[in-house]
């Protein structure tokens, strides 16, 4: 019975919240609140609040680092170039993707063992590259920064991935296979890979960017290029009998036991951001500004004056909104500050000695008989 009466008395209740959230769906907007409290609008152009387009250019050292033939080598660097320039597109505050060209050279050196070492002596090789990727960019600092972080943001950490296709050009010289020679004859060996499905490559790395301006952003930037071909550093072609050590010809590409030549560039780059906003997405926190904007709500100040001009009469009204700046002392007041006259006969209850029957003032607010 109890459970029956308190279903009843919960009906109506249910009945009116599920209409005051009644959905209002549309063509335009699909699933909104009817009270409007989802506030939902078309996201366009003119909606967005922040530059989410740049581009960036930059430049710096190659090294062949991790490959047959290497840069680093006897204790001393042989250093190459390395530039770029891409089209950067921020999806969101933490997420952007890059269409990148790099073009550099590399200068690496290696050395045979046993006899073919003594008589090929430190070989020598050039690898001049040209390379188109996608690459990925992971704003950590957006990802991982305290909310209650109130300090300026002009610091960030960034990760890079992505992958690609390269086109490069090797040469490869020592002292005996392949020199300069006409008698017998013998050339440097080189070696030419184009744009195709073979030269596909991969790289990572990361970033660390100096907001300079609303414009422009400074950036260290650090990659880890890994070709995942045995002939990016120069030292030889990768067919199966090149790794024969039975069959002729001088065993660069076994240095090292690895088929894949890697690189490793160190570049210094400026990003400019296009746009009209004050403020790049890429600079943007939208936790933080949350959290932020409640802050100062909360420390806001909420102190309230009241009765700021006072309350002459004192009548409990304040003079900011009393009608009656004089009430008599001790007659009672409207909220307006004016003196009660119950009768309404012209004299206030305070000096009318007949407070609810009217009458003259002359004989103090009592009917004359």
Not at 81 to 99: C, E, M, P, R, T
């Amino acid at each position: 019975m109890k459970l029956g009466l308190l279903l009843l008395a919960a009906l109506p209740i249910a009945t009116y919240a599920q209409d005051s959230i009644s959905v209002s769906s549309s063509a335009d907007y699909p699933n909104t609140f009817s009270s409007g409290s989802a506030n939902v609008q078309r996201f366009d152009n003119k909606a967005r609040r922040f530059n989410d387009w740049s581009i960036s250019v930059g430049g710096g050292a190659a090294f062949m680092a991790h490959s047959d033939l290497m840069s680093f080598y006897d204790k001393k660097v042989n250093w190459g170039y390395n530039a770029y320039v891409s089209v950067d597109k921020q999806i969101s505050h933490v997420f952007g993707l890059s269409l990148i060209y790099q073009r550099g050279e590399t200068k690496q050196k290696g050395k045979l063992e046993g006899a073919a070492g003594i008589a090929g002596g430190v070989a020598t090789a050039t690898t001049k590259y040209n390379q188109l990727a996608l690459m990925g960019d992971v704003n950590f600092s957006n990802l991982l920064r305290r909310v209650d972080n109130h300090s300026p943001y002009r610091w960030a950490f960034h990760g890079y991935a992505g992958i690609g296709f390269q086109g490069y050009d090797t040469s490869l010289h020592d002292a005996n296979e392949y020199r300069w020679s006409e008698t017998p004859k013998r050339v440097p060996l080189f070696i030419k890979q184009d744009f195709d499905i073979n030269s596909l490559f991969y790289q990572f790395g990361v970033g660390l960017k100096y907001k300079v301006s609303k414009l422009i952003d400074i950036e260290a930037r650090t990659m880890y290029v890994i070709s995942g071909d045995d002939e990016f550093d120069g030292g030889g072609w990768a067919e199966a009998n090149d790794y024969d050590p039975t069959t002729a010809g001088s065993k660069y590409n076994m240095i090292a036991d690895s088929r894949s030549d890697n690189a490793w560039t160190v570049n210094l780059g400026l990003t400019f951001k296009l746009g009209k906003h004050e403020s790049h997405l890429t600079w943007h926190d939208p936790l933080q500004e949350a959290y932020y904007r409640t802050s100062v709500l909360e420390n806001a100040s909420q102190d309230l004056v009241v009765c700021e001009k006072g309350d002459a009469d004192n009548d409990g009204v304040c003079d900011d909104w009393d009608r009656q700046l004089d009430t008599p002392a001790g007659a009672r007041v409207d909220g307006a500050g004016v003196a009660l006259d119950m009768d309404l006969d012209g004299v206030i209850d305070l000096y009318d000695k007949c407070v609810t029957v009217p009458g003259p003032v002359e004989n103090n607010g009592c009917p004359t008989k």
